[in-house]
Each structure stands twice: as structure tokens, then as C-alpha cells.
């Protein structure tokens, strides 16, 4: 991503103003949201060992993307101010004057009571429920928290942990110990992938008055040792979740090698503290996540094809 030059005016000509559905999209973060809807989607099928309900999953998966378009719209009315200030979300729609408060408050409260509607009658009132606090929690801890504390970065991470929760719960109507891994692993990958971006862009946030940990940590040397310490815990991680019989051995290899290369990574990133070593580390959390999440379904997949196999034979005994 490249700084945006500073706007000559705060008001762009008609000419200019994208579309309004293009202001939806951006005011809901749409591409964000659906990598959190992957994730939901991700902890609905790991939690449905005997067959996955495709309708509810739908229901779930609507559902969620507007709940998290939700989250992101009313984030971006609480910080319109300090986004002005920032290169990087001046040409955001609140602070490029294209869209007004009123009109981003009404939509980002229609999304969630949209969403959460979907997910109560789609899913169940529980995944609802934690659906309504992942909001809640985005928009009046971890929002505020950010130009007060860098302690937000925990408390946004812990937010990112809830959506495959949302999934699980949707799905089985409780949570097990493999949710509780899937989150954690959700939660740990956040830390090591938003502090490389927060150290590219620490000039920025600093602009903007948010307490970033690489704003106010100059030599980027704490930031990176908590982006080495977080890295080398999805190590870990990734073989609990086969511990517990959520995942198999395969997943557990395919873990520890995607693990391992972010926590190279992140020691590059130690060892250089520069933007460079910090884009690579960026970077590699971006396709850490997909991979991860392919291995997890394709592993349960096999899990799945195996205990079948194994019952029939049994069967046929």
C-alpha cells in the first residue's frame, strides 16, 4: 500500500465521488470481512464431524459478513477524525466528506441488526450472541483503547479470535477445545501480522495519534521480539490441535512447517528491524492464513474418509 497525497479539498467534485455501492464496500471493509467470513466458515466445519449442514452454514456465513462490515463501519465513524490525519485512510469515505455521519451510523446499526437477525433464526441464538459481543467488544474496547494504550493490538487480536468460535458454536451449539485452539491460533497470527504492518506504517499511525507499539517503540526492537515470541507459538499450537483430534498428523507437519517459516521470518524481522524485513514478515502472515486453513479442512477431510472407511469395514465384519 502507497501513502495517499493529502486531499486539495476535503469535499471531492460529483465527478469524483465513487458510487455508493463502492462506499459501501469500502465504509464495510468488504475484502477484510470475508476473510473473516473464511474463518467462520473454517470453524463451522471443523465442528461438524458428521457431516456439515450446508444450509445453516450459509445462514452463518451471511450473517457474519454483516456483522463484521458492521463492526468496520461504525470503527470508521468513531475514527474519521484521526483518519483524516493518516495518508493511508484519508481517501476513506467519513473522512473524504463522501458519505455523512448519520448515514454511516444507519448503516453500520442496519448491518449488525441484519446480522445478528440471520445468525439467531439462520444458526442459533448463541452464535448470535457472541456475534453481537465480537461488535461490541471492537467498538467500545479495542476502538478506544487504540490512541490510549498499545495493549489494543491484544485486545483487536482477541476480537479476530472470535469469528471461527461464531462458526463452531453455529454449528455443534457449544464449544470444545479444538474452537478454543482454532481461536487461539486466530488470536496468536494477528499479533506478528499487524505489528509488521503498524512498524511499515509507524510514521503514520503516529500522525494519527494511535498508540501503536511500533509508533512509540523507536528502534523496533520490543516490537519484534513479541513478533518472534507470537510467531514461534503457532508452532505449538498447530500440534495441539491434532492432539485433541481436530486435526491429523498431516496438518500437524504442514503446521509446524508454516509456523517455522513465520517465525524465520519474524527473527529476520528482529534481527533487521527494517521495512523491508518487515514487509516480507507481512507478507508471509498473509499467506500463512490461507494455507493453514486449507490444511486444517483438507486434513479433516481425510479424517472424515478414513473413520467412514473404518466403520463400514467394521460393519462388513
Not at 467534485?13 to 470481512?33: D, F, H, V
Not at 474463518?39 to 466445519?45: E, H, K, N, Q, V
Not at 468496520?72 to 473524504?96: C, F, G, I, V, Y
Not at 457472541?130 to 494504550?149: E, G, R, W
Request: aromatic share 10%.
Amino acid at each position: 500500500m502507497k501513502s495517499m497525497p493529502h486531499a486539495i479539498e476535503d469535499v471531492p467534485t460529483e465527478q469524483s465521488k465513487p458510487s455508493l455501492a463502492n462506499l459501501y464496500a469500502e465504509l464495510s471493509k468488504i475484502r477484510l470481512s470475508l476473510l473473516v467470513v473464511v474463518t467462520t466458515g473454517a470453524g463451522f466445519i471443523l465442528a461438524s464431524p458428521l457431516g456439515i449442514d450446508w444450509i445453516t452454514l450459509l445462514w452463518t456465513l451471511l450473517g457474519t459478513t454483516a456483522c463484521a462490515g458492521s463492526a468496520a463501519a461504525l470503527n470508521q465513524l468513531a475514527e474519521r477524525t484521526r483518519d483524516k490525519k493518516m495518508h493511508r485512510t484519508q481517501s476513506r469515505p467519513l473522512p473524504a466528506g463522501h458519505i455523512s455521519r448519520v448515514h454511516a451510523f444507519v448503516f453500520g446499526i442496519l448491518l449488525a441488526y441484519i446480522g445478528v437477525a440471520i445468525l439467531s433464526f439462520g444458526a442459533n441464538i448463541e452464535s448470535a450472541g457472541i456475534a453481537l459481543l465480537t461488535i461490541l467488544i471492537y467498538i467500545l474496547v479495542y476502538t478506544p483503547l487504540k490512541p490510549l494504550t498499545t495493549f489494543n493490538t491484544f485486545v483487536g487480536a482477541l476480537v479476530g479470535g472470535l469469528p471461527p468460535i461464531i462458526g463452531w458454536v453455529a454449528a455443534s451449539g457449544g464449544i470444545s477445545i479444538g474452537g478454543w485452539i482454532l481461536a487461539g491460533i486466530l488470536f496468536i497470527w494477528q499479533i506478528p501480522h499487524f505489528l509488521a504492518l503498524a512498524w511499515m506504517y509507524r510514521e503514520d499511525y503516529e500522525r494519527g495519534g494511535f498508540k501503536m507499539l511500533p509508533a512509540i517503540d523507536k528502534t523496533g526492537e520490543l516490537t519484534a521480539r513479541v513478533s518472534v515470541m507470537t510467531s514461534l507459538c503457532l508452532v505449538p499450537l498447530a500440534l495441539f490441535l491434532t492432539v485433541v483430534g481436530t486435526t491429523g498428523v498431516l496438518f500437524a507437519i504442514i503446521g509446524t512447517i508454516l509456523g517455522g517459516c513465520m517465525t524465520m521470518k519474524s527473527i529476520t524481522f528482529w534481527r533487521k528491524r527494517d521495512d523491508a524485513s518487515a514487509r516480507r514478515l507481512f507478507f508471509a502472515s498473509i499467506i500463512y492464513l490461507p494455507l493453514i486453513i486449507v490444511a486444517m479442512l483438507a486434513d479433516r477431510e481425510t479424517i472424515q474418509w478414513i473413520e467412514m472407511g473404518t466403520s463400514i469395514g467394521t460393519g462388513n465384519g
